[in-house]
């Protein structure tokens, strides 16, 4: 007959078990890099990294909240909205089109810092995705707005990735061969490249929130 204590354990390790077998619900919010402009559905960012999160064994829900041509401050008025209900993390990848049109970089530092503020209002997990500028923005302007990401990662104690190019690695060469013809989205081998890159950091942001989970 077993004793009521080791029924105990043995209840406790199967809610454990289930507990990690769950489905861990991440939010990509960003703009045409998160959508997977000029791609087909399947080759686009989150497609891409969904097939990566279940080839390592991760059940993990990702919503695809990416709006092509959104800056931080449409991203803002945006985010409370995209955040559907049970999201536990999200996967921040905004800016590039604040640069793209020259935007004041304490605008759009204000912005994601608000948006960063709403966020951990909410106890998500957060993975912080950093821009590179164009040298030809200027020294100040690029060492100005690639600083936010930084900074603003170090103030709200959230994961910084901080390139979201960075998978393809540092030649201007080997970087336009996997972009379209605009020069400024990857194309289908890119966004291979920049999931298996940043693939690693999603799948310890899923690892934090089952733990944090296992807490409860």
Do not use: C
Not at 169 to 193: R, Y
Request: charged residues 20%; aromatic residues 6%.
């Amino acid at each position: 007959m077993i004793s009521k204590a080791l029924l105990g354990v043995f209840l406790i390790l199967t809610l454990a078990g289930q507990a990690v077998a769950e489905k861990v619900h991440l939010v990509a919010f960003g703009d045409s890099l998160t959508v997977g402009y000029g791609l087909s559905e399947a080759d686009g960012f989150v497609p891409v990294l969904r097939a990566w999160m279940a080839a390592q064994g991760e059940d993990v829900q990702i919503d695809n909240a990416g709006v092509s041509g959104d800056t931080t401050t449409g991203g803002l008025a945006r985010l409370d909205w995209a955040l559907s209900e049970g999201a536990q993390g999200i996967i921040i990848e905004m800016g590039a089109n604040d640069m793209l049109r020259g935007v004041d970089p304490a605008v759009a530092r204000r912005n994601l810092d608000a948006m960063l503020q709403r966020v951990a209002a909410r106890g998500l997990d957060v993975l912080l995705v950093g821009m590179p500028v164009a040298a030809n923005y200027g020294a100040d302007y690029k060492a100005e707005f690639e600083a936010i990401w930084p900074d603003l990662a170090e103030r709200w104690g959230v994961t910084l990735y901080p390139n979201y190019f960075a998978g393809l690695g540092e030649s201007q060469i080997d970087i336009l061969d996997d972009m379209q013809g605009d020069g400024i989205h990857p194309n289908a081998e890119g966004v291979e490249k920049i999931v298996d890159a940043i693939g690693p950091e999603v799948q310890a942001m899923v690892a934090r929130i089952r733990a944090k989970d296992a807490q409860k």
